[in-house]
């Protein structure tokens, strides 16, 4: 049996073997899953490669980085371990709620905390950014409360906080579509003339998985934004998966090599370096404010979770890859280091876990008293203009709502 | 495919599963490709160990776009594949919908009829699954709208084994709705018993107070209503379309010949849907039996609400019967 | 307090799932969050954490057993929700009876149903809709259809659905209006409607249900009479020259024949009379705002039969001689009595004669056929002491009563068709000047 190298790898023969093999029909043995070596190969291409941008390696030792480097102070380091902390808790307290029913859904993040927190921390309070579904680590730097992305999974209602204000725009649950948005709203920052200083510039950030790179509006991002030299940072977490599509069904060559061809830089980055990520990011940010736009980030981690509470990855992954993911946890290079370099004493950490675990509380007190919206939320404002037709319809639904000896309770039958 | 002796009790998703495996039992020309339909089975398990028993070649994963699904799904069956696409979701079928409704839909017209898009292109719809946005809508118009397509609905687990297979068979690009919420429900299937034509509707179950049509999720909460109804002494008749384009409606116009009152019942928004559809023709054919006007039971003309919301939105039973009490009225 | 967990959906849209292993007994202590009980779906295997803290007290489901959604698995003896009021319970807290006595479910979904049932309303039956006001008249299309097979005008038909939208009855009592006894669509007031009803205490009732032709009569004449403003002017006139002109005429071949009455003399009248004051022959259209002057005349006969009252009309009968009249009106009044009306006898009318005089009453007050603005009611003719060439002798005298719609016909022209129609009765000499 052939073995067909995962294109993750940045060697040549890589790109020769992959030409002439067909589309379908590979490889893989009868239960469809991955080579042992197929695995190894892939892994370790991903988080070694003479592209990739590391400044944590897994063991907690700082490694330097001939282009990007970074000056960080005890006090910062110490901050941006207690920011994957406290959302690492609240993604595993949300998911936690979603198995006692009280959200219909979580998106978890588990796994991908660094990546999150160095781009997050990375923006300006000018910076847009344009998430997909799972950034609730850029939620977090940009001040939206883990409570405020609830009301999305527990069905109450489509995003809650301000776009506008804080930085963030709604999450975007169908793929990609984002990418043109972030392209459209940096070519208006362009349009502004807010480009141009390296402080005070604006800059946009995308948000998409490596799924993503497989949709249309990925591409025709890449276009707009290379075309009109949009201030927009693509930042790609490539967790490997998407649902049970391994990274192999998406692309023939390692992601951040697809910049290339539409004219802009592409930085590989180990995606569970916090260091790394926040390097990279400020990096393309500052290039974005200056002018230099667009460019992609991929940042390469690993979904440690399920895509989502109603997927199921026992069927399609294996248990080697997570145990091998483990030993390369975001947290726990830092947290290494943190105490190998005596940065942090233990009444740190324990004050650390003692705020996790009311933090925890805090979202679940509050997620089990959120109220259901009325009826009257399903034909609020669907446009900024109301017609006559839809008031009529909501006045005639809003008196049968009302018609019922039970009404203020929740809704009765059966489907 | 094994005719078995006593009649297995199936889900609606295994329905569709054993229906897909017959095909492919069938017809090696048939191929299954869509997200996750692989090595996982599909989100909701339809295609569950196609891939084990079929082999990669003819059950394949594909890369996440929906656009590229539907679009090489166009270059395979011109060189002579029978495809059945799986879009995951709903709503994620607009990627696509530039190949649908360019592409397979006008391509037998376009060649006169040299080149044929025997597709299926199997799309889960409706809401009432408590799930985030674009996870419950109900696009059956957009493609009953376009000509050149033919777009079917299945509603209970036996019509599911059955008009998958009939739909893969059939030479022209079928749009092949499938309940979401319904796809847990279970019913006894006899493989004795031959299925109905594909393209027709079905009355499933007679009455006299007044007609009601309904097709994909609402067939349910409409019998349910027809049962509820019994005991206050008013029958209704109720009429599954599955057919959403060729529309079968002569049994709807007896129908109404006989009972003078229709409602129509459908799960997306009224504006421009099925029910309006059925409610003009049925106007038209029955103009004289008409004791009341036709009523339809919809959807809301907004965007499908945060779903604490849903079963306000998603007709159900009292919205059903609170319409037959409005046509009795007349 | 012992709080119960009931099973989630935790898959978008599961309806059931089997209990694979409990993680937990009786008696465990369990903290927020630690892992009870492992289920299957259809999509996964699923571990649940505890949503709450506390000692289990029991489990509801066994190792294997599938479970539908929203049914309870476990309860746990809460320690902190036991003290009196310091927790308030949550809005929905799962697994607990809601108000309604169903187990509250969150997110995901609610138990399967296994009764359907309504959910009761508050108001009353729902109410019979009633139709916009509109130009034309208003039906179902059943009863057009009905309307148009019996060949009736719905535009001649009143309404009495809401709205005025006619009803399949309407229209039936259309095509055959059978009116009872005395009671006319064009009849006297204070009629038999006090009828048999009424009777001497001491002795029981008898109740007759009001319907058919009887409502449908009963419904015209309250159409009309409380529509149109009636006015009556009456006038005694001295028929002797009528009669012995009658008497000449039935000795004539022509005439052999053909029975000519009085009622026929007075047709006559009418139809040259209402050349002069053509507002008698004319109608009050509300709908579109316009009073509808008919080129013809189209007599209605109000005819006595067993089945009651039945007013065929003469088309065209200004076009006709006294003779052809006659014989109208005798073949109208056989068929009537006979139930033979044609239908398209029955419609249509624009004037109205009454012939009181036949049942021995000398005169009445009318009222108006519905949509006309006149009626003639022709009484008994007596020998009456008259003044005549300047003495009182015995003549044949014969009192006429006409009701007008007032708005359509004023006392003038009320009177002055009354007065030709008497002047061509006392003098039928002077027909020749009509």
Redesign the interface.
Known sequence: MSTRTPPSSCSSSAARSAIGGPVVGTAMDVEGQHTPQQVIAGLRATSEGEDLVQLLNPEGQRVSHPRFDLEISPAELRSLYRDMVLVRRSDR?AK?L????????WAPLLGQEAAQIGAGRAMAPQDMAFPSYREHGIAWCRGVDPTELFGI???IDQGSWDPLSTGLQLYTIVIANQCLHATGYAMGQRLDGRIGDAETGEATICFFGDGATSQGDVHEGFVWAAVYDAPVVFFCQNNQWAISASLDRQTRVPLYQRARGYGFPGIRVDGNDVLATLAATRWALRECRTGNGPVLIEACTYRMDAHT????P??YQLATELEEWKLKDPLERVRVHLVREGLAEPEFFDGLAAEADELALRL??YC??M??PGPERIFSKVYAESSPLLDAAREDYLAYH??????G??????? | MAATAAPQTI?L?KGLNQGLRAAMEADPKVIVMGEDVGRLGG???VTDGLQKDFGERRVFDTPLGESGIIGTAVGLAVRGYRPVCEIQFDAFVFPAFDQIVSQLAKMHYRSQGRLRMPVVVRIPHGG????VEH?SESPESYFAHTPGLKVLACANPVDAYWMIQQAIACDDPVIFFEP??R??DKAPLDLATAPPPLFSSRVLRTGTTATVVAYGPMVRTVL?AA??AEQDGQTLEVIDLRTLSPLDLAPVFDSVRRT?RLICVSEAPGEVSLSSEVAARVSQEC??????PVLRVTGFDTPYPP??CEEDYVPD??RV?DAV??A??? | MARI??L?????????AEILSWRVAPGDTVT??QIIVEIET??????????YAGVVSELFAEPGATVAVGTPIIAIDDPLSAAAGSEPA?????GEE???G?I??????GPQ?ST????????G?????AAARAPLPQA???V??LAKELGIDLRTVPGSGAGGVVTREDVQRAAHPVGNGTVTGAGITGSAAVGSAAVGSGTGQRREPIRGVRRATAAAVVSSAFTAPHVTVFLTVDVTPMMELRDRLVAQPRFRDVKLTPLAFAARALCLAARRTPEVNASWDEATGEIVYFDYVHLGIAAATPRGLVVPKIRNADRMSLRELAIAVDELAASAREGRTALGDMLGGTVTITNIGVFGVDTGTPILNPGESAILALGAIRDMPWVHDGAVVARKVCQLALSVDHRVVDGQQASQFLVAIATLLTDPAQAITF
């Open positions: 307290e936690a979603q198995r006692q029913g009280e959200l219909g859904l999974f527990r069905g509470t109603s997927d199921d026992t069927r679940r007190d089990i008293s109220p259901a009302a018609s019922f000896t039970d009404a309770s929740a809704p009765g039958s059966a489907h | 889900t998703a989100v909701f398990r009432g699954i408590g799930a996870h979401k919420r796809y847990w349910d049962t509820v003078g103009f004289y039996s008409l004791e009341a779903a604490k039973l009292d019967l009490d409005r009795l009225a007349y | 967990f009931a989630p959906d935790v898959g978008e849209g599961l309806t059931e927020v969050n259809a999509k996964a295997a699923v571990e649940l954490p505890s949503p949550p809005a929905g807290t799962i809601g108000p309604s169903r509250t479910t969150l997110v995901g979904y149903a359907v049932t309504r959910r009761p309303r508050k108001a039956p729902t109410a019979s809709p179902k299309p059943p057009r259809r």
